[in-house]
């Protein structure tokens, strides 16, 4: 049996993965749900595939192998995921830092950057101490020392969305929005 033959013309925008990108807390798995449902894709949480290949939870592979093995392993997992079908996919906040993905991503998705204002997620992560990057930590100062790391790779996201107020079904609205502008500017 002969392997697929890849793909080596761009993949046109509207044929793209959906990849949400922004710091925790700002709702990307639970829109991403929404948002597949809508678009009649399947979904991905970026976080819950590497828990699956890892067969650990995210908190346990940063206390036992550290955040340089948990990046590794997320690359892995983005690179995969980005590899296979389309679909609407969660990264987790810190997945764009990696070059490889930020090119995956580039070939292979839109790109939606979901902005919120820190105060808001800040009150949303404190509900959980599932966040290693947070724990024993002020939130909203590691917040903002996460936004002043990340901002500008997010911010060379396809797409931005603010989606700080509002119940989650208004983001997907918002996001169907961009969505909607973005495919026809780019299929003209």
């Known amino acids: 049996m002969s392997e697929p033959a890849v793909r080596s013309e761009p993949i046109p925008t509207h044929e793209r993965s959906i990849a949400l ?12 749900r929404r948002l597949a449902r809508r678009l009649g ?9 590497i828990e699956t290949a890892a067969g ?19 690359a892995r997992v983005m690179k995969r995921l980005l590899d296979g079908p389309r679909m609407v996919l969660a990264t987790g906040g810190g997945a764009i830092l990696n070059t490889d993905t930020q090119a995956a991503l580039k070939a292979r998705a839109v790109t ?6 820190l105060r808001t997620i800040a009150q949303r992560v404190q509900r959980r101490d599932t966040r290693p990057l947070l724990r024993g930590r002020d939130p909203l100062e590691a917040l903002k020392g996460l936004a002043d790391a990340r ?4 911010a060379t996201a396809d797409l931005t969305v603010d989606v700080s107020d509002g119940a989650h079904t208004q983001a997907v609205e918002a996001i169907m929005t961009a ?3 973005y495919w026809a500017r780019t299929s003209a």
């Open 112 to 117: 939606v950057w979901m902005r919120a204002d």
């Open 151 to 154: 901002y500008p790779v997010y």
């Open 41 to 49: 894709l399947p979904f991905a949480d970026g976080d819950a595939e």
């Open 21 to 32: 990108v922004g710091l925790m807390g700002v709702g990307k798995s639970t829109v991403g």
């Open 56 to 74: 650990m939870t995210v908190s346990d592979i940063f206390s036992q192998l550290g955040e340089g093995e948990f990046r590794a392993g997320e």
């Open 179 to 181: 969505l909607e502008a």
